[in-house]
């Protein structure tokens, strides 16, 4: 059995920054492809910012420059530093993990964690 978890959010002020942990527990063999995607109420699950095994990163347009995703194979793990946090950035944040693991392979995703940007 493989897990996913996120940890780091909370309640920001607009402008400041937060550093989410997505981490992969469990009997994994391989972790692929990490990825970010982001929810809010009413919305469909939107893509945030990936990351390869070898370190390319792909951004959505509404967070470029402002967010980091990055990754750390040793320990399963993959990070967003966001910075400059706007309002309209407040979501539930899920982590995406392409696991290769005894019995097969594929994306494990976390339960998500919540960000909020409000004074």
């Known amino acids: 059995q493989v897990h996913v978890y996120e940890s780091g959010g909370g309640l920001v002020q607009p402008g400041g920054s937060l550093r989410l942990s997505c981490t992969g527990s469990g009997n994994i063999y391989r972790v692929g492809m990490m990825a970010w995607y982001r929810q809010t109420p009413g919305k469909e699950r939107e893509f945030v910012a990936d990351i390869t095994t070898g370190g390319l990163t792909n951004y959505a347009d509404s967070v470029q420059s402002r967010f980091t995703i990055s990754r750390d194979n040793s320990i399963h793990t993959m990070y967003l530093q966001m910075n400059s946090l706007k309002s309209e950035d407040t979501a539930v944040y899920y982590c995406?993990?392409?696991?290769?693991?005894?019995?097969?392979?594929?994306?494990?995703w976390g339960q998500g964690i919540q960000v909020t940007v409000s004074t």
């Open positions: 995406d993990m392409d696991l290769t693991r005894r019995g097969g392979s594929g994306d494990v």
